[in-house]
T-cell receptor, first 114, second 113 residues
Framework: GAVVSQHPSWVICKSGTSVKIECRSL??????MFWYRQFPKQSLMLMAT?????????EQGVEKDKFLINHASLTLSTLTVTSAHPEDSSFYIC??????????FGPGTRLTVL | GQQLNQSPQSMFIQEGEDVSMNCTSS?????WLWYKQEPGEGPVLLIA?????ELTSNGRLTAQFGITRKDSFLNISASIPSDVGIYFC?????????????FGKGTHLIIQP
């Protein structure tokens, strides 16, 4: 299957700071990527759809001004958590769609906000 | 967002036993997917199903896309220790991956030696 990478794999930051997470498709071009959030012992919840060259589409209840998404190229999408707070601590996972349906996921980024 | 009804929530089985888990939804999906997730990692795709009634195998894993397009099951035969993990079903409305996936709550598989 296709390879999707994320960087960093984990990050610890102070409350009020911003954190950027990168998602890359390594061996294919992804016009659409997705960002999910997963709290401990829970399932993945879709946050937003990242479209190359256009604005992201956010799910209901996800603050677009807090979670900034940029999809500047066909292989890179970034998620910036602005003014992070402890309740933003979570496992953030990106994915890239493939043409015939379905998605390949990155390894995830563990964010801890102190 | 919506979630699929996945059951059972957890399973405690002996090595060598067969495993069965399923997902149901009140909505129709065009694609059903089964993923496995291990602690601290992203989900890994196991099986993708694209047609109602489709039965697909991947080694010891077999999954089916329900005729009504509102359900799917995953079977694992002759379980081994490395099968331990959390298994998620996921549905895709669009069929082409244009929308994000809706996930079940997961089935935690624990294998006792």
């Amino acid at each position: 299957g296709a390879v999707v990478s994320q960087h960093p794999s984990w990050v610890i930051c102070k409350s009020g700071t911003s954190v950027k997470i990168e998602c890359r498709s390594l061996d294919f071009q992804a016009t659409t990527m997705f960002w999910y959030r997963q709290f401990p012992k829970q399932s993945l919840m879709l946050m937003a759809t990242s479209n190359e060259g256009s604005k992201a589409t956010y799910e209901q209840g996800v603050e677009k001004d807090k979670f900034l998404i940029n999809h500047a190229s066909l292989t890179l999408s970034t998620l910036t958590v602005t003014s992070a707070h402890p309740e933003d601590s979570s496992f953030y996972i990106c994915s890239a769609k493939f043409d015939y349906g379905g998605q390949f996921f990155g390894p995830g980024t563990r964010l801890t906000v102190l | 967002g919506q979630q699929l009804n996945q059951s059972p929530q957890s399973m405690f089985i002996q090595e060598g036993e067969d495993v069965s888990m399923n997902c149901t939804s009140s909505s129709i999906f065009n694609t059903w997917l089964w993923y496995k997730q291990e602690p601290g990692e992203g989900p890994v795709l196991l099986i993708a199903l694209y047609k109602a009634g489709e039965l697909t195998s991947n080694g010891r894993l077999t999954a089916q896309f329900g005729i009504t397009r509102k359900d799917s099951f995953l079977n694992i035969s002759a379980s081994i220790p490395s099968d331990v993990g959390i298994y998620f079903c996921a549905g895709d409305y669009s069929g082409g991956g244009a929308d994000g996936l809706t996930f079940g709550k997961g089935t935690h598989l624990i294998i006792q030696p």
